[in-house]
């Protein structure tokens, strides 16, 4: 009787099969981890001794144009909700932003119920000067800029240009005001007074939040706010902020009041990994990752209605917006 012969098993058909459930074991160990990722922080630094130790510092950064504020906000919560964390330093590394992004993390920070410190980077000015007004210590190191206390709105009349390249512009709208601001035609005297008018009064909120968080004068807080920038030390002689020093001495502020005995543990908070990818989709990233992008965002804004180019934004780029109204704290880029 004959014997069947074997077939001998192909070793590229046995590659291919290893390789696909090594593959498959891999991406169900990894969503795995992804999903079931303990908490939202990520610990950079040792504790001390646990003997000591009662609690951890947050650190929350606020980097980049502030453009937007929903970041900051949910951690500053996790912040707050959290039972390990003791105290937060909300560091600025910030030339300012948008209006209200900033009003609102002042808002939200004022609220803060565990002990705040602001810890001033390479720049805190103008929005970001405002964030930290919410905080009842302020740390600067001697060369950080900040200040820049006040408002702009920028505007470009292009209508010679356009006479130039035989291009007519109008529009038809609802009310005389609908266009305000529009690039293709002067700005009359009415229009310029209205804008004006709401300028100086987004200038008073933002002095209003400098006296109630300062506890200066308004007749001081108004000699100081036209735009003017300031190292660390002037502000810290302007009394704008508490301490000249470093991240690490405000750490060791919030430490200290937040009762956390011995070298205190210091968490980073992050953005949480289940959603990290839902985020880099729908909001361009955490506030570092988005950093770039909002620069960038904002140099489109101002390019096509400022004036001026590169003394206000390195890089300004070009752009081309509808009529309207865009308005930002001024800041020191």
Do not use: H
Not at 59 to 68: A, P, Q, S, W
Request: hydrophobic share 45%; glycine share 10%; with cysteine.
């Amino acid at each position: 009787m004959n014997e069947v012969p074997k077939r001998k098993l192909n070793p590229l058909a046995l590659v291919l099969v290893l390789s696909s459930a090594f593959f498959l074991l891999f991406l169900l160990v990894s969503g795995v981890l992804f999903l079931t990722k303990g908490p939202s922080t990520i610990s950079r630094k040792a504790s001390g001794p646990s003997l000591f130790n009662k609690g951890a510092v947050a650190i929350i950064e606020l980097n980049g144009v502030i453009m937007d504020s929903k970041r900051v906000l949910k951690k500053l919560e996790r912040a707050e909700l959290s039972a390990d964390i003791k105290a937060i330093v909300l560091r600025l590394n910030s030339p300012g932003g948008a209006v209200a992004p900033s009003q609102e993390i002042y808002e939200a920070v004022k609220k803060i119920k565990k002990p705040l410190v602001v810890s001033m980077g390479s720049v805190a000015a103008s929005g970001a000067y405002y964030v930290a007004c919410a905080s009842k210590k302020v740390y600067s190191n001697p060369g950080t800029i900040t200040g820049s206390i006040g408002v702009i709105m920028e505007f470009a009349n292009l209508e010679k240009l356009y006479e130039w390249a035989k291009v007519e512009r109008y529009a038809i709208k609802t009310g005389k005001f609908k266009d305000l601001g529009a690039s293709y035609r002067a700005m009359p005297a009415e229009e310029r007074a209205l804008l004006q008018g709401m300028v100086d009064d987004v200038l008073l909120q933002f002095k209003q939040a400098i006296v109630d968080g300062r506890k200066l004068p308004m007749t001081t807080v108004t000699a100081l706010a036209d735009g003017r920038i300031f190292s660390g030390a002037q502000a810290k002689a302007s009394k704008l902020v508490d301490e000249l020093g470093t991240l690490q001495d405000a750490i060791d502020d919030a430490a200290e009041q937040g009762g956390i005995q011995g070298k205190p543990e210091i968490t980073y908070l992050e953005t949480p990994r289940r959603s990290r990818l839902l985020e880099l989709i729908l909001d361009g990233g955490d506030d570092e990752e988005s950093e770039a992008s909002s620069r960038s965002m904002l140099s489109r804004l101002l390019g096509g209605l400022s004036r001026t180019t590169s003394q206000d934004v390195p890089g300004l780029l070009t752009g081309t917006l509808p009529a309207g109204v865009y308005w930002l704290w001024r800041g020191a880029y």
